[in-house]
């Protein structure tokens, strides 16, 4: 069975993008969030913003990449990139609208905060974000295109970032390696210390009441 380099992955990935990108009036950017399931800790969104070539090597679904790669991978986009930006919606605003509302709340200050007037934008799984541009959403979208992709590396590599600096802040919960993710470690920490303001409380009845 012939294997398939990393051109012609690549070379799939941007089928979406290149029907976007053959329209000279299109100003073409991709979306994706990381940290709807984490029981503290933002959710994160990212807008990004990348010219048709060159395309990046690895460019993948953030959770498809070593640790490594990802982050090789990141300081290209964000390098190459015309422009990117980030969404941030904090525990204590998802407590107060749900995790949807504040995923839909950081997909449209990503798009806000961007320098360049986007026109059209890919976006993982959502429809309808209150972002006045033309919008197309894909299921599993950062498996299937190029520019979401790249938004979820960037998404998760900063939001991964900013939850290993809370771990200095916070270190009894292990925010360092678990980035806020239930693991048993964060679980057993939660019962013994109960939450810190990272801490979605919303999401933590279940664990608080078998403390």
Known sequence: MKRTTEFE???????????????PQTVLAGMDEVGRGPLAGP??????????????????????????????????????????ALGWVEAQIIDKINILEATRLAFKYAYEAMQMKVTAVLVDAL????????????VRGDAIS???????????????????EQHDIYPVYGFCTNKGYGTAEHVRALK?????????????????ASA
């Not at 992955?9 to 976007?20: D, G, M």
């Not at 109960?194 to 933590?204: D, E, K, S, V, Y």
């Open 43 to 84: 959710v994160v969104a990212a807008c990004v913003l990348l010219p048709s070539e060159p395309l990046i090597l690895y460019v993948n679904d953030s959770k498809k990449l070593t640790e490594k790669r990802r982050h090789n991978v990141y300081e290209k986009i964000i390098s190459l990139a015309d422009d990117f």
């Open 192 to 208: 013994k210390h109960g939450p810190c303001p990272l801490h979605r409380r919303t999401f933590l009845a279940r664990i608080l």
């Open 127 to 138: 429809q309808n974000l209150d972002i006045p541009v033309q919008q197309h959403a894909y």
């Open 9 to 23: 992955r690549l070379n799939k990935l941007v089928e979406i993008e290149r029907t976007f990108w053959s329209q």
């Open 146 to 164: 190029y520019l979401i992709a790249a938004a979820s590396v960037v998404a998760k590599v900063e939001r991964d970032r900013y939850m290993e």
